[in-house]
């Protein structure tokens, strides 16, 4: 029980980072025709991210539980190519990783002594399209597209789910006004935690090879499978 506990637990944090990172790589087609400023937004990120085959950046990540009053913090790099790899690794909590090589999803936490696998298709209880997390489908039939705002400068675009989503309440992007990239994305579940991820130095197009997103088992570690996640 305490394990199924676990790996529900485990999918609902990771589908935050596959959203957030699908959302940099992936197409914001929602609402591609409707006019004035807003459409401009919104097409101008599709170019923006559509060309994209690989990137890496920075990231800064806090996560506030609001059952527990408490905050989490993290800072990495991010690594992703298309179709579907990508590879989290964290500076803070030093030596934790979250790795997806197309196939399976690996979570690493040092001082478990184990990576945690699972089958991509089963990772997630929701009825986000895998396509959709792995930034290679679009975002019409799931989210209605807005312009909400300007902050410091820039654009903030609300997505809103169209039904259920697996806990997602809410996602904002704030989006450079200059160059179209995503600066950070806020994500609220129904349980009215926030987790906010910020992205700097972003570089596209930087020819990552396949084997970045092979994985390298620390010594000593065992990997356990999850299987698939019971409801």
């Known amino acids: 029980m ?4 676990k790996s529900r637990s485990l999918a609902k944090w990771l589908s935050f980072l596959f959203l957030a990172s699908s959302l940099l790589a992936g197409s914001s087609q929602g ?7 807003e459409a401009h937004v919104i097409e101008s ?12 950046a920075d990231f800064q990540q806090e996560t506030e539980l609001k059952t ?4 989490l913090k993290g800072w990495g790099k991010l690594y992703f190519k298309r179709p579907g790899r990508m590879l989290w690794r964290y500076d803070e909590p030093k030596g934790q990783f979250v790795l997806a090589d197309g196939k399976s999803l690996y979570y690493y936490q040092p001082g478990q002594g184990q990576v945690m696998k699972s ?14 997390l792995l930034g290679i489908g679009n975002l019409k039939k799931d989210f209605t597209v807005s312009l909400k ?6 654009y903030v675009l609300q997505l809103g789910p169209k039904g259920e989503l697996g806990g997602v309440g809410e996602i904002l992007l704030g989006v450079d006004r200059d ?8 994500i609220r579940d129904a349980a ?6 910020r992205f700097s130095n972003m570089r596209k197009g930087t020819g990552l090879k396949d084997s970045l997103f092979r994985l390298q088992l620390p010594e000593g570690v065992d990997v356990i499978e999850l299987g698939s996640l019971s409801p």
Not at 179 to 186: A, G, K, N, T
Not at 192 to 197: F, K, L
């Open 2 to 5: 305490r394990g199924k506990s």
């Open 31 to 37: 609402a591609a025709g409707e006019p004035g400023e």
């Open 45 to 56: 990120l599709q170019k923006s991210y559509d060309s994209a085959v690989d990137f890496v």
């Open 68 to 71: 527990l009053t408490r905050s």
């Open 119 to 132: 089958p991509l298709k089963n990772a997630f209880r929701s009825d986000i399209p895998l396509s959709f």
């Open 149 to 154: 705002d300007m902050e410091q400068g820039h």
């Open 179 to 186: 160059s179209f990239s995503i600066l950070w994305s806020r």
């Open 192 to 197: 009215r935690n926030v987790t906010t991820i």
